[in-house]
């Protein structure tokens, strides 16, 4: 049984965010994902997301291919998390590339493609764009 454990913020949720959590519950038994609380974006940005944290976690967790979700609270806990939840695997999108390589003695490192042309910022920046 393999547990696979992925972080993000799902901010204005799209279609790249399925195909990943898709791709990483199929490397695994069970998929858990750790979703950035507000105030760790706001800290990382300089602005809150679109959606709350309460909303974001909701849609989340109503995914057939996630089966437990969490309020990521800070970057620094990534290890804590990984080890918290026994996970085997940690995906991220190959925006990523290379940054987690030091996570390796704790579990499989796994970086996945993203989908192209797609994105929250651009999709904010789109919205905000419309007269
Ligand atoms: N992701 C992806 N393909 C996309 C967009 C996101 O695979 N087109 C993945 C990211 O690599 C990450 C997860 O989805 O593993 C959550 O990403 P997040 O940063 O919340 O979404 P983005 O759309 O990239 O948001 P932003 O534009 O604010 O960075």
């Given amino acids: 049984m393999k547990t696979v454990i992925t972080f993000g913020t799902f901010d204005v949720f799209h279609v790249g965010h399925i195909n990943i959590l898709q791709r990483a519950a199929?490397?695994?038994?069970?998929?858990?994902?750790?979703?950035?609380?507000?105030?760790?974006?706001?800290?990382?940005?300089?602005?809150?997301?679109?959606?709350?944290?309460?909303?974001?976690?909701?849609?989340?967790?109503?995914?057939?291919?996630?089966?437990?979700?969490?309020?990521?609270?800070?970057l620094e806990k990534k290890a804590d998390y990984i080890k918290q939840f026994n996970a085997d695997i940690l995906v991220m999108g190959d925006d990523w590339e290379g940054k987690f390589d030091h996570f390796k003695d704790l579990c499989e490192v796994v970086y996945l493609k993203r989908t192209p042309s797609i994105s929250t910022t651009e999709i904010i920046e789109v919205i905000n764009s419309v007269e």
Avoid: H, Q, W
């Fill in 26 to 74: 199929a490397l695994g038994d069970t998929l858990i994902v750790g979703v950035s609380t507000d105030a760790l974006n706001y800290s990382k940005k300089g602005r809150n997301p679109i959606y709350p944290e309460r909303d974001r976690m909701k849609i989340i967790n109503s995914l057939r291919y996630v089966n437990l979700c969490f309020p990521e609270e800070s």
